[in-house]
């Protein structure tokens, strides 16, 4: 399985982002995928989960302004952050869970909020 992430970068508080993670070398529509971010000196935590049926979790600290998708014809996933906030820096990590087995990490991508 490889992940790859993208779309990080620097935003102003309020301002809005696209991360991206388009997944090879697996079933994608079989897998739950997912974003978790780890912010400095803090462990990873998740952020956004979406099954293989679509259904979507959030951390309670980005329900409302996240939204995570994907789109199986093209192996991604995305996650659609709008009214960003400091406390949402952090390095985004796209995961992609298997029915049975074990889970894959992307690399992850950089989001920086700040004026």
């Known amino acids: 399985v490889q992940l790859q992430a993208s779309g990080g970068g620097l935003v102003q508080p309020g301002g809005s982002l696209r991360l991206s993670c388009v997944a090879s070398?697996?079933?994608?529509?079989?897998?739950?995928m997912g974003w978790y971010r780890q912010a400095p000196g803090k462990q990873r935590e998740l952020v956004a989960v979406?099954?293989?049926?679509?259904?979507?979790d959030y951390a309670d600290s980005v329900k409302g302004r996240f939204t995570i998708s994907r789109d199986n014809a093209r192996n991604k996933v995305y996650l659609q952050m709008n009214s960003l906030r400091p406390e949402d820096t952090a390095v985004y990590f796209c995961?992609?869970?298997?029915?049975?087995?074990?889970?894959?990490w992307g690399q992850g991508t950089l989001v920086t909020v700040s004026s």
């Open positions: 995961n992609a869970r298997p029915p049975y087995g074990d889970a894959s």
């Open positions: 070398r697996l079933t994608f529509k079989a897998y739950t």
């Open positions: 979406i099954s293989s049926g679509g259904g979507t």
